[in-house]
């Protein structure tokens, strides 16, 4: 490790604030990663989530997700990011639709987060495919080693059907979860972590777009669409 502990950012903080016991991980688990690197993305995150007095309900769900008592997959990664999406989703509840600050849920059954007990927010994390997140995963793995491998393609496709329908199979989830409580209003904050290549980006956000427009609107549940960690400027929301 290259930098100096007290320099380590709120990111890394709180990552050692749940995983202080880990056994050795692998050189590319996320949490490792973490650390060698002193990553400060989503700091501003936990400040918030730390000012809302929630920091001990977000340590419980990233231990939740990635155990560390057994060996290390992949999956554990991703709940791991997950996790964030949703602290993302509590960070925009609170410093851009100007809400109160939210509580993280027990989860069993429930959306992820409750305001006032008048607004459910469910968060949900949109990712590209299996195959294309091992191809990202090799290009970074070459480029630790210090070889860069570059992506061609002769022309991009159009999105994939499936693009629309992992945000419209995350509504439907969210509807089903919302529709067990006997109360409150429904958000679902949807983070876009990445279009398969050779996708035509341009043309992806305007499919997403067109399925907010018409099932999104007529759920009755108000739809924000962020593009990854950039939760303060959703690119879309039906609020």
């Known amino acids: 490790m290259s930098y100096d502990e007290s320099e380590s950012t709120a990111f890394v903080r709180v990552l050692r604030e749940a995983f ?15 650390f060698d690197v002193n990553q400060d ?3 501003d995150v936990v ?41 993302c989703a509590f960070a925009w509840a609170t410093e851009v639709a100007g809400f109160n600050c939210p509580l993280f849920t027990d989860d069993h059954g429930k959306p992820d ?30 480029s630790d080693r210090g070889k860069l491998l570059i992506r061609w393609t002769v022309g991009f496709t159009p999105p994939h059907p499936t693009l629309v329908k992992k945000f419209d199979d995350g509504l439907r989830d969210a509807l089903v979860k919302r529709g067990r409580q006997d109360y409150g209003e429904l958000i679902v904050f949807f983070s876009l972590n990445g279009i398969n290549w050779p996708t035509d980006r341009k043309a992806a956000i305007q499919s997403i777009q067109d399925w907010v427009r018409v099932s999104g609107v007529s759920s009755g549940a108000r739809v924000v669409i962020s593009r990854g960690s950039n939760w303060r400027e959703p690119i879309i929301d039906t609020g």
């Open 41 to 43: 993305d989503f700091s």
């Open 20 to 34: 202080a016991k880990q056994p050795d991980l692998p050189a590319r688990c996320a949490i490792s990663l973490a």
């Open 113 to 142: 987060l409750l305001i006032d007990r008048s607004t459910w927010i469910e968060a949900k994390t949109v990712e590209v495919s299996p195959g294309e997140g091992e191809i990202l995963d090799r290009m970074a793995e070459s």
């Open 47 to 87: 400040d918030i989530v730390d000012r809302c007095s929630g920091r001990s309900d977000l340590v419980g769900r990233l231990r939740a997700t990635h155990p560390i008592n057994v060996a290390h997959t992949r999956q554990f990664d991703r709940h791991f990011w997950t996790v964030w999406t949703e602290a």
